[in-house]
């Protein structure tokens, strides 16, 4: 979205808060670990079979234009995620080509995940997952640092909890 | 602590008899004469006979004053308390081989872990008496502990406790067994498995060609099946009105009963296939909190409102349930741009939203479907959350589609194609109301 064109789906009043780019990082280490493991197969196999070669090289190739785009696709991925907590729903956004918007009232959520993996520690980033009686309901804020997820965690359960009755 | 039925044994090792009798038979058929050594037969016998007497000696149960006490266990001893203010429906059901000694078991569901306990085999009369009791006893409990609207669990359980207590009141459909089997037959799906067997068979007499036929056999089979299927499981199907709430009770082999306490119905969807359409028929299908989430055959019966009806009266049985106006909301189709997107349902699909008065719930409905016709009708104050979708051909068109999230069940509300403004002003509509109503 070029600045001059307006957010059809903008939330009248707010502005998205944004994920941290350390997330960028992150995806973007794994998915070069994943290239290379596969480069490392691929010559391996070169060298054990000299007629494999040709396609081997062709491959390796193919990998880093595709490693290049998704380097790049990453980082529009990462700055697309956003989210907005208004009085009494979360709204979160995600996706550019396939863009997905999730509106999750306070009072319907049953739990409130946070999550984050050993590599995900080690990078300072945290997911905080919403769910509700419903199983479609995907609405999900990766890439948080620990504390802001924390809070965040603390601030929907808070509300969740003012604003629903009963179970 | 009380025992199940003496004769639970019986029904239970009568699985086992039947097993070795269709074995027998299946050798027999075969040509091959029964030649399993007999001492070993009986051996089986024996032991299945003494597990499940052992299983029937140790299994106990005992209705508290707020627990339900279920230990069982030969070797494992398992001790399981079951809150009773957490029932959120109990069960009766009776399989074919129970129903014969007027037997039935009783499947007590919990709310949140979902788990589900069952009590086989009690008298029926014994049963019945056990499901009003627990459920007054559920009700109690919540009454003490809780209420307001948003407590849907605890309320299911009271109107339920209440509909146990008064009894049955108006019966508001009863499907015709000669309708029911016309009308399976007729859905899409047999339909054109029947069409395309068909088909097949008259290319391949045409042709010459006898492969073709092998199609007809599976497909007859399957449409058969289905068919029959259907049939059973809603056979003599009736819809009554209790105190606060809807029941339904139906089934030619086992019969079951389900409550549906208006107040826990989610939503509901009519569905017209292809040819009922025609016909003025329609299926009302209803998604209940706690209920819908099992996907096997009892979720289908427990998630059928009306197995066939006439679409008017489909309409207002619907109506009923969700104790809203649903006839005054006014459609809008998707906008013109938005045709090539959807050549063949340009013209089915469709979304309204009623503002809904105050103290009135408001709901939205969605129209689709090509073949088979859909509407999804949920209350405002239903939803869980609303997602806003966009493709890139949608972007280039300004589209959007709105999806509203329910409860597992039948009942899936989506506005396809809509333009996209409107779309993420109706999400954001919705779960303000949603949210609202979840505070009360």
Known sequence: MT????????????????????????????????????VVLLVVLAVMVPSTRPVVAVAVGALLVVSAYGWWLTGRQVAAWGWVERDSDLVVTRGRVWRRLDVVPYGRMQLVDVTAGPLQRAFGVTTVMLHTASPSTRARVPGLPPEDARRLRDRLAERGEAQAAGL | MRRLHPLTPLLRGGIIAVAITVAAGRQLLEGGPVDWPLPIVVAVVAAAAAWAALTWWTTRYQVGSDTLRIESGIVVRRSRRIRL??????????PLLARVFRMAELQIETAGDGTEATLAYVTLAQAQQLRVELLARAGQLSGRAGQGRAATAREGTESQHQEAAEGVHEVLHRATPGLLLVSQLVRTGPLVALLGAAAAATISVVVGEPLGLALVLPAALAVGNAVWSGFVSHYGFTLTRTARGLAVRAGLLD????????????GVVVVEPMVWRRLGWCEGLV??????????????????????????????????????????????????RAMVLAPLTRRVLA????????????????????????????????????AVRQGPLQRRLGLATLRLHLPPGPVQAVGLHRDQSEAWRTALTVATTAGASARV
């Open chain 2, 85 to 94: 203010d957490r029932v959120q429906a109990v069960e009766v059901q009776q």
């Open chain 2, 351 to 386: 979304l309204g939203m009623s503002a809904g008065a105050p103290g009135g719930p408001g709901v939205v409905v969605t129209r689709r479907g090509w073949l088979t016709r859909r509407t999804d009708v949920v209350p405002r104050h239903k939803v869980q959350s609303c």
């Open chain 2, 255 to 266: 019969v079951r009963t389900q409550s549906i306490p208006t107040d826990r119905v989610q």
């Open chain 1, 3 to 38: 600045a001059n064109a307006p957010d059809p789906f903008a939330v009248p009043g707010s502005v998205w808060s944004r994920v941290s780019p350390r997330l960028a990082t992150l995806r973007r280490v794994e998915m070069l670990c994943a290239a290379m493991l596969l």
């Open chain 2, 287 to 336: 998604t209940v909190a706690g209920v819908g989430s099992r996907s096997d055959d009892t979720g289908r019966l427990s998630a059928t409102l009306l197995p066939v009806v006439e679409r008017d009266r489909g309409a207002r049985i619907a109506i009923d349930a969700l104790a809203g106006d649903i006839a005054s909301v006014p459609l809008t189709g998707i906008p013109h």
